[in-house]
């Protein structure tokens, strides 16, 4: 053995024998038995007093562990006589006092910090309520959970998470600050973003599913699919048009969707529960045939006409044109309120563009009614649809067409084609001559806008004209723009030039007298001879009934004519 001396102590090192001195022994239990504050040391608990409990820490020393260490009723149950247990030293003055409390909260802090480092969970109690949030014991340290970390949403109520306990981890370890933070939200979160990677994992396009609505906005909503939530849109829930979603779902409501599409980079899923249920339009054409009268709800009107809902998702325009046979858009809007049921008929369906055409006046004859309107001589305006050589096809507002035929058009031109008065298109005021609906024709005049200018010429009045064209059995005078005439040859004139009768010339002013008139065939006949023949006698009669005081000398100066015609005759 080799001994090697210090100033302050002596090392031994044993080099050839495994034996130890009795001198390196008492050192050695020495350095195990000395009491310094701050050292941890094993010992038994000998004796309980009133006020603490005595422990034997070796053959050397005594300490005291103080009960008042402890909260009252709040001492370790393990704190017995003959219990072995680890103390620390925190005085030496006078008698030795222990503390078991301090290797408690060792421990505590020691197994926090390997908590928080590990990012393990750890069961909690909530405490209490305190500034900013809660006070919550955590393996018997004091923790601050902060309020925003007590669920995923905000928190109005506390008072119903006191006492209850949950999982936490720690977001925040500081032992020398005696500082701990914890939080259930990261927990929630970690296990939606776990669930939702899963579920987004196992849902495809096209999938059904069951799920619950989580949340509701202004135009769509949430489905809780078991992990994940899914995107209903407003234009999903049905096949109608849907004013608020509040219409047709509520939270914690158990709905069926199909999964439209999956976007799992961008984790969202949209959904449809409309898809579900068959198409209204796929059977339009059955339930709602063409020319079927039926009743419908008023949606909404516009300037050119209204909306019909049949069933949810099925609707038809009403135009204003088809409300009425006549001022239908003025009918239509004075007569139809929203809301309102009405009766239409189905006059147009176009299942590709899901459209339905309607009609109110159609669901009566249109000729049935034309023939109570329109009876003879009454007015009425249409647009010229189509133009034939003998006459003019113009649609009235029934939407029934009436003919124009070619006499009709005017009183004295002959017209050859409509086109030389009106063009396709026209709006013309005309006359109504004649409506039959078992037909189903109307005849209409336009000349009769006008007065026949043939009615005015009566038999015994007397014309004025010129002679426009001649032929061989008489001459035509222009008696008016467009109305000619007649006058034979034989009615002339009475008087002879070189034994030959007299004839009228193209050009030539003439005075005659009528003496036939045709208004249906539009023919006038006049006569030189009569009118004049007419006047002879009404001078005979005018010199007849004179005085005597007249001469035969003075009658002849007075009026030669009269002489010339009295022998003639």
Known sequence: MTKNKNLDRTITSFEDSKDVSMADLMKSYDESTSVDVGKELEGTIIEENSDSFMVDLGTKSEGMIPKEEFEESAIPPELKV???????????YGQTVLSYRKIIEE?????????????????????????????VDVCGVNAFLPISQIDMHFVK????????????????????????????????????NTARASALESITEGQILDGTVSRITKF???????????????????????????????????????????????????????????????????????????????????????????????????????YAWSNSGAALKRDVKKGQEIEVKIIGVDKENKKIALSVKQITNPWDEAFRHYTPGTVVKGVVQNLMPYGAFVKLPEGIEGLIHISNFSWTKKIIHPEAVIKKGDEVEVVVLEVNPQNERISLSLKRMQPNPYNKYKVGSIVKGKVVRTSDFGAFIEIEAGIEALVKNNRVSSVETDNDRYVLKEGEEVEAKVTRVDIRNRKIEASVKKLEADREKEL??????????????????????????????
Request: proline residues 2%; without cysteine.
């Open 157 to 192: 109520k506390t008072e119903q998470y006191i006492g209850k306990s949950y999982e936490f981890v720690i977001t925040k370890f500081d032992a020398r600050k005696k500082n701990v933070v914890v939080s259930r939200r990261k927990i929630i979160e970690d296990e939606i």
């Open 220 to 322: 769509e909503a949430f489905i809780n699919l078991g992990g994940v939530d899914g995107l209903l849109h407003i234009g999903e829930l049905a096949w109608y048009r849907v004013k608020k979603v509040e219409d047709l779902l509520h939270i914690g409501q158990v709905i069926r969707v199909q999964v439209l599409k999956v976007d799992k980079a961008g984790e969202k899923i949209s959904l449809s529960m409309k898809n579900l249920s068959p198409h209204p339009w796929d059977s339009t054409s059955e339930r709602l045939p063409l020319g079927l009268i039926t009743k419908g709800t008023v949606t909404s009107i516009m300037s050119y006409g209204v909306f019909v809902e049949f069933e949810p998702g099925v609707e038809g325009l009403l135009h204003a044109s088809e």
């Open 540 to 569: 005979i009669k005018q010199y007849a009934n004179q005085d005597s005081k007249y001469t035969l000398g003075e009658i002849i100066s007075k009026d030669l004519k009269f002489v010339k015609l009295f022998f003639i005759s």
């Open 82 to 92: 003959g219990a072995k247990l680890k103390v620390k030293v925190i005085s030496t």
């Open 107 to 135: 421990k505590k802090w020691s197994l926090l910090q390997e908590i928080f480092e590990k990012n393990k969970r750890v069961k909690a109690v909530i405490l209490k309520t305190i500034k900013g949030g809660f006070s």
